[in-house]
T-cell receptor, first 116, second 111 residues
Framework: NAGVMQNPRHLVRRRGQEARLRCSPM?????VYWYRQLPEEGLKFMVY????????ESGMPKERFSAEFPKEGPSILRIQQVVRGDSAAYFC??????????????FGEGSRLTVL | QKEVEQDPGPLSVPEGAIVSLNCTYS??????FMWYRQYSRKGPELLMY????GNKEDGRFTAQVDKSSKYISLFIRDSQPSDSATYLC???????????FGKGTRLHILP
């Protein structure tokens, strides 16, 4: 299966712990987007990365959240010192070029974070 | 005012009916317009993509963009129970690479 792979699919953390969400884009895709989805709020843009570069992180909270997309390996969304408000589904999407030009982002099935 | 407004529904229609889904937006720089479909517990998938104003048809789906009114629509003809899902509009501009999504409309097609 050459689709976008996200893991873990479900993650439970206690307040104050760290959450790491991983995303392996489709083969040949060098552009990765992260979105957060809360019930009744739709998909909210967080960050857009190309290999080794953060292109746009205007949707990321200034504290506790970080993202990377190294030359080798998956993209990682890291949330430090999680709080209950971080509970959400986090979706990763990839594209072979800037998604805004083609309109087509290929989404993974999401990672559902629950903070106790 | 939010950049993209979309009625969350739910919208329930009988099988075979024509469905009309809509979004309005405030950013006049948007030029690329998309509709995604999301089934429960799954990631969104692209249905339609249009550039600037006009219509685009693909099978039972038609997307319309009216940039003068900042209004986009998705029509589904001969709706099927398998069309039951959440439909999200999305849009982007030439100024940056963000794709902004609406909240999504939950659609139920009643057999």
């Amino acid at each position: 299966n050459a689709g976008v792979m996200q893991n873990p699919r479900h993650l439970v953390r206690r307040r104050g712990q760290e959450a790491r969400l991983r995303c392996s884009p489709m083969k040949g895709h060098s552009h990765v987007y992260w979105y957060r989805q809360l019930p009744e709020e739709g998909l909210k843009f967080m960050v857009y990365l190309q290999k080794e570069n953060i292109i746009d992180e205007s949707g990321m909270p200034k504290e506790r959240f970080s993202a990377e997309f190294p030359k080798e390996g998956p993209s990682i969304l890291r949330i430090q010192q999680v709080v209950r408000g971080d509970s959400a589904a986090y979706f990763c999407a990839s594209s072979p070029m800037s998604g805004s030009r083609t309109g087509e982002l290929f989404f993974g099935e999401g990672s559902r974070l629950t903070v106790l | 005012q939010k950049e993209v407004e979309q009625d969350p529904g739910p919208l329930s229609v009988p099988e075979g009916a024509i469905v009309s889904l809509n979004c309005t937006y405030s950013n006049s720089a948007f030029q690329y317009f998309m509709w995604y479909r999301q089934y429960s517990r799954k990631g969104p998938e692209l249905l339609m993509y249009t550039y600037s104003s006009g219509n685009k048809e693909d099978g039972r789906f038609t997307a319309q963009v009216d940039k003068s009114s900042k209004y986009i629509s998705l029509f589904i003809r001969d709706s099927q129970p398998s069309d039951s899902a959440t439909y999200l509009c999305a849009m982007s501009s030439n100024r940056d690479d963000k794709i902004i999504f609406g909240k999504g409309t939950r659609l139920h097609i009643l057999p």
